[in-house]
């Protein structure tokens, strides 16, 4: 065992329990403590938690310190990756033992500690260097990991400024508008069209429903010939759940911007709505880089990261420096592996870093 999971080791983790919390030890043992003492556990802040804020309303309690919160480590080490924030969302995301108790998810928080600290120090020398001013800068703001992480990866090889490693927004590829689409054609769609590409888009579930088929037609009346020029043909269909309504209408929709150009807006109620759409429409672009080029998602301004508003926020870190500082930091390495920026997309870090960063909210652009 290395140095640093050893030291790791020795710190408790904590997990609330009914009454008070459970405790791991650093000789393996863990025991049950009362409610006063799992509360003076956690405002010392030396202790493994998953999920500091959650344990704060558990134990009604606020932390004194900061607090070696695993899921901040873990949103350092792996940027974007979505995960249940908990000992078992951990040990599933780790492929560690699950925890299936109290005990056994305190045991999880050492377990998963060294396995993440493992996991920078076996990065290579380029990533592990790419890695090291931000470690730095979090460290000299009081993150409790920093330290534990550079022990891993490394210190810097030379002095940086105060906020190296937050400067995300200079690596970014650039991008700029383009001039609008030309018109889209207005070829309709056959009943034949869409009946088959129906059944194209089901294939691998089986054969399409009756009213599926049903419902994939009458959606295709909006998609015909139009009886009078200027005036969109309009169709209004309701069916029940679990008719196959979004493979129904993504069957003429998608014959339609095959034939016509240079593409169709699907608007949705929901985000979730959004993201099922576009599941589906990984059976029409199997290919990722194919379905890349072909399907977009757009949604609002206030569903992105501004990097104007994160530059200020980073460059307000070199004067205040503190926990918010680590809280940026956690946001500097999602936005590094996030694709689009697009908060509810790829989860930033835990709750508790959106709330230390609130307010940084508008549109990626670089």
């Known amino acids: ?44 802040g030396q202790v493994l938690v998953a999920h500091a804020a959650f344990v704060a309303g558990r134990l009604k309690v606020a932390p004194g310190k900061a607090l070696f919160d695993v899921l901040e480590l873990f949103a350092f080490a792996r940027p974007a990756q979505p995960f249940v924030p908990s000992a078992l969302g951990l040990a599933r995301a780790l492929s560690l033992p699950i925890p299936h108790t109290a005990e056994d998810s305190a045991r999880t928080l050492h377990r998963a500690s060294a396995a993440l600290i493992e996991e920078l120090r076996s990065k290579s020398e380029s990533d592990r260097a790419r890695l090291r001013p931000l470690a730095t800068t979090m460290a000299r703001a009081g993150w409790r990991w920093g330290t534990e992480i550079l022990a891993a990866i490394g210190p810097p090889d030379k002095q940086l400024s105060p906020i190296a490693g937050l400067e995300v927004w200079r690596g970014l590829p650039q991008w700029e508008d383009e001039a609008p689409p030309a018109k889209p054609g207005s070829l309709p769609v056959e009943a034949n069209e869409t009946r088959a590409r129906l059944f194209q888009l089901v294939r691998d579930a089986g054969e399409a429903r009756t009213e599926q088929v049903d419902y994939a037609l009458e959606a295709a009346y909006a998609f015909g010939a139009r009886e009078k020029a200027g005036a969109p043909r309009i169709a209004l269909i309701e069916a029940g759940t679990g008719i196959g309504k979004t493979l129904g209408y993504l069957a003429p929709a998608s014959v339609w911007a095959e034939k016509n150009g240079p593409g169709l807006w699907l608007s949705t109620y929901t985000r979730n709505l959004q993201r099922q759409i576009v599941q589906e429409i990984a059976r029409l672009y199997p290919d990722p880089a194919e379905r890349e080029d072909k399907a977009v998602v757009r949604k609002g301004r206030e569903n992105y990261l501004c990097l104007l508003n994160f530059e200020e926020a980073a460059k307000r870190t070199a004067l205040l420096p503190g926990q918010r500082a680590a809280a940026i930091g956690l946001i500097a390495r999602w936005v590094e592996a996030t694709g689009d920026g697009d908060m509810s997309g790829a989860r930033l870090a835990t709750d508790t870093t959106r709330r230390n960063a609130a307010g940084q909210q508008g549109v990626v652009s670089a």
């Open 1 to 44: 065992m290395s140095n640093e999971a050893a030291e790791l080791q020795a710190i408790p983790a904590l997990i609330p329990a009914p009454g008070g919390a459970v405790l791991a030890l650093a000789d393996g043992s863990v025991r049950a403590a009362g409610l006063e003492e799992g509360r003076a556990a956690f405002r010392s």
